[in-house]
């Protein structure tokens, strides 16, 4: 897959959160009430009148539910899961170390937030259980 095609198909949140809900079924996941094992993705209305949704796990038997991003390096990050992936991208199948200025630019983000961004990624990047292999 080249930068293009990577772009091309995760160009939606969705697209994004639906790979990221695939591998997490695919690595154990088990509901933290019943210890079922099949889920279905929802999305909720943070608030009644707010426009933002949360996207959830919902477990297929007792109906709990947790956030798809909770126990990922995406936990608490205001950054678009299409951002981190062209990120992770760049930094798998560029040889030359990231740098943050550049990444900034292409992502559209502060440099702060592309520096995190590397940081985080590389660090999860070295896990054997990397959410990234399937990027490089
Ligand atoms: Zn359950």
């Known amino acids: ?3 293009a095609q990577l772009i091309r198909r995760y160009s939606s949140e969705s697209a994004c959160e639906e790979h990221l ?3 997490r079924c695919d690595n154990g996941l088990r509901c933290r ?5 099949s889920f279905v993705l929802v ?6 009148k707010s426009t933002s ?6 477990c297929k038997s007792c109906h709990y539910q947790t956030s798809l991003k ?4 995406f936990q608490a990050s205001k950054v678009p899961l299409r951002k981190w992936f062209i990120a992770a991208y760049l930094i798998a199948n560029d040889k030359r170390k990231p740098d943050a200025e550049v990444m900034a ?3 559209e983000v502060s440099k702060p937030t592309a520096q995190l961004l590397i940081n985080k990624t590389e660090r999860e990047m070295a896990e054997p259980t990397s959410f990234w292999k399937w990027i490089s």
């Open 1 to 3: 897959m080249d930068l």
């Open 21 to 23: 809900f695939q591998f």
């Open 33 to 37: 009430r019943c210890d079922d094992d």
């Open 43 to 48: 999305h909720s209305k943070t608030h009644s």
């Open 53 to 58: 949704q949360k996207t959830l796990i919902e």
């Open 70 to 73: 909770s126990g990922t390096i």
């Open 105 to 107: 630019q292409f992502l």
